[in-house]
Every structure is written in C-alpha cells, then in structure tokens.
C-alpha cells in the first residue's frame, strides 16, 4: 500500500513538472514564433518601404530634372527679351530715328476717264518732297488701306486698290501667312505669293506687314472672300474694306523709316 502511494505521488510530480515545462517551453515557443512573424512583417515592411522610397525618389528627380529643363528654357527666353528690350531702346533712342510723317491729301479727279483705281492726288509739295520719281508712299483713309501714290511729272498720282501698279506686302490672318496684294486681270484685287502653309481660309484679315517700307504694320485692308491653291503656294481674293473713293487720303511717307523698320522687325522676330 505504501508502494502504491509513492508511485502515486510519483507519477503526479513528474506531470506537475512536465506540465511547468510543457508551459514555458510553449511560452519559449510562442516568443520565439511571434519574433519570427515580427521579423517577417518588419522585413517586409522594410522592402515595402525602400521600393516606394525608390520609386518616390525617382519621380521626384524626374519632376526636377523637367523643373530644370523649365527653368534653362524661360531663362533663355528671359535673357532674348531683355536682349531685344535694350536692342530695341537703343534704336528709339538713336539720333537719327524720324517720326512718322502723315500729310493730308485731296482727291482732286480721275486721272482718266472710265478708270476709277487711278486719282490725281494734291497736297503740300514741299512738305511731300517730290524730288524723288520713285519714291512710294502710302494712302490710307480711317486706319484702312487705300492704295499707294507716287510722282508723275511732279503731280501726285493716286493708285488705288485693285489697281494694276499698286502692289505691297500684306500679311494674312493669326498666322500672319506673307503676301503680295496686287491686281490681276482675271480675278480683280488678290494676294499673290502665299506660301501653301499655314492654310488660310475666307474671312481672315489682311494686314499691311511693313516689309516694303510702303505702309507701317498692321493696317487693315480687306479679307479674305475665296482661296485658289496654286502648285506650290496660294492665291486669296480679297474683299477690301474701303470700296469707294474718298474726298481725303493721308499720305504715309514711310521709305526714310525702312532701315529701322527693317531692324524693328528683325528684333521683334529674334529667336
């Protein structure tokens, strides 16, 4: 009996001490487990975090390598416009830069019968310097385009638009497409010349560009009414603003102003 009882009390020490180890080798093993998973999760974490740093990174220099690009580019522009302001200051300042000069006109008549694009022109002769024959000025009459006037045995000739001897330069439309204005027998008053892009289209206006030192830019002269391709440019018909002869012109003397008007375009077109 007494046997039996030791190995009783034997057999349930040795389970109280199995249970205390089965206990703290699962709390050994739980702790080793959750370090396990807490490693993984950091290290996952860690990758996470340097691919998004990576990829960040990456978009960050892209956003400021085109900031840069930006900032190359308007200092380039920056520099351009400061360049033609003091190119252009200069020439305003220049000793030799004129003023424009207008002088008023009077259609006195017809230069002949059933020609109703030629006028005899009077005005102050002295003031208009007749001394040169080939000398061509400009007639304008409420900032439109009238035509041009030259010397004929010391009397002013008027040739109006759509006229066979008056021609100049023009420019059509946004795109400022270049031009000459001139007559032709078939089609009446046109604008020759026009390279085939960019494209213009009836309604666009048409403009005096300066080139020829006839006209200042941007006076109106008509639109647009039909475009005719052509092999290898355009021809438009044009539709002028001013479609009756006036009593006044203002005569533009704008061939002393060439020179710089040549340089003031130059400049503004500077790229």
């Keep these: 009996m007494k046997k039996l009882f030791l190995w009783i009390l034997f057999i349930l020490i040795v389970f109280f001490l199995s249970t205390q180890v089965s206990k703290g080798l699962h709390s050994k093993l739980l702790y080793l487990s959750d370090g396990v998973k807490i490693g993984i999760l950091n290290l996952n974490q860690n990758i996470t975090n340097i691919i998004t740093r990576h990829f960040n990174q990456a978009e960050q220099i892209k956003h400021l390598t085109n900031e840069l690009k930006n900032k190359e580019s308007l200092q380039y522009s920056l520099n351009s416009l400061e360049y033609r302001y003091n190119a252009l200051l200069e020439l305003l300042q220049a ?45 304008v009459i409420n900032n439109q385009v009238a035509g041009i006037a030259i010397f004929r045995n010391n009397r002013l000739m008027g040739f109006l638009n759509g006229d066979e001897q008056c ?105």
């Excluded at 019968?113 to 400009?138: A, C, H, M, P, R």
């Excluded at 018909?237 to 710089?260: M, R, T, V």
């Design 95 to 139: 000793s030799n830069f004129e003023s424009p000069n207008f002088h008023l006109v009077r259609t006195i008549s017809y230069a002949h019968l059933n020609d109703y694009t030629k006028v005899w022109l009077q005005g102050d002769n002295k003031i208009i310097s007749q001394d040169k024959e080939d000398k061509i000025f400009g007639l």
């Design 167 to 271: 021609n100049y330069s023009v420019i059509i439309g946004e795109n400022k497409a270049p031009g000459i204005a001139k007559y032709d027998i078939n089609k009446g008053f046109i604008v020759d010349y026009i390279p085939p892009y960019p494209k213009i289209k009836a309604g666009d206006v048409i403009k005096t560009s300066g080139y020829d030192g006839i006209f200042y830019p941007e006076i109106p002269i008509g639109e647009v009414q039909s475009v005719e391709e052509r092999q290898g440019y355009q021809i438009a018909i044009i539709k002028p603003f001013l479609k009756e002869i006036s009593q006044f012109y203002w005569l533009i003397n704008a061939n002393q102003e060439k020179d710089i008007q040549e340089q003031t375009d130059n400049l503004l077109n500077f790229n």
